[in-house]
T-cell receptor, first 112, second 112 residues
Framework: GQQLNQSPQSMFIQEGEDVSMNCTSS?????WLWYKQEPGEGPVLLIA?????ELTSNGRLTAQFGITRKDSFLNISASIPSDVGIYFC????????????FGTGTLLAVQP | SAVISQKPSRDICQRGTSLTIQCQVD?????MFWYRQQPGQSLTLIAT?????????ESGFVIDKFPISRPNLTFSTLTVSNMSPEDSSIYLC?????????FGPGTRLTVT
């Protein structure tokens, strides 16, 4: 199936560092969603974005809907060990009723 | 957001057999989906479970292999038929609330 390009593939950082990851596509999306998945769990919705240029925060997490509607960014500030997990972006195509296309994922490891 | 449960949480099955996975939601929802997550991979949409009508399958997935039922607005099942080791994956159901999508904990299937 179709997937979004997500980078980086993995990140190994020290506690307290800031993290940035992004998703890019050749398609235009109406909605961008960011999820976190921990081992043995389903993905948990972190942030939802609905408009081009929108910047939304959820605690230490900030995400942006790209102006071109073909990309999105997620930043995590002052990382802590519990931020460990796999982060996925997901885009909803125009006209595709609630169908999501997922990014390839970014594995985040945080060393105390 | 809706609370979603899945049964079983995990199973080990013999090749050639079938497994039915249940998804229960604590509130009525219009849109329910089934995803597959192969080991170390992202999520791929299998089908949209439509209440009162046949499911809508994505390219590469067929009803004979993944029959889906949706008898009401709170429940759905996915059957993985005639299993092979390549079917070893996490199977996740999700529900859409407006433009946001929430996931169950997943069913971890191993086929030997």
């Amino acid at each position: 199936g179709q997937q979004l390009n997500q980078s980086p593939q993995s990140m190994f950082i020290q506690e307290g560092e800031d993290v940035s990851m992004n998703c890019t596509s050749s398609s235009i999306f109406n909605t961008w969603l960011w999820y976190k998945q921990e081992p043995g769990e389903g993905p948990v919705l972190l942030i939802a974005l609905y408009k081009a240029g929108e910047l939304t925060s959820n605690g230490r997490l900030t995400a942006q809907f790209g102006i071109t509607r073909k990309d999105s960014f997620l930043n995590i500030s002052a990382s802590i060990p519990s931020d460990v997990g796999i982060y996925f972006c997901a885009g909803q195509l125009s006209g595709a009723t609630n169908k999501l296309i997922f990014g390839t994922g970014t594995l985040l490891a945080v060393q105390p | 957001s809706a609370v979603i449960s899945q049964k079983p949480s995990r199973d080990i099955c013999q090749r050639g057999t079938s497994l039915t996975i249940q998804c229960q939601v604590d509130s009525q929802v219009t849109m329910m989906f089934w995803y597959r997550q192969q080991p170390g991979q992202s999520l791929t949409l299998i089908a949209t479970a439509n209440q009162g009508s046949e499911a809508t399958y994505e390219s590469g997935f067929v009803i004979d292999k993944f029959p889906i039922s949706r008898p009401n607005l709170t429940f759905s099942t996915l059957t993985v038929s005639n299993m092979s080791p390549e079917d070893s994956s996490i199977y996740l159901c999700s529900v859409a609330e407006v433009n946001e999508q929430y996931f169950g904990p997943g069913t971890r299937l191993t086929v030997t």
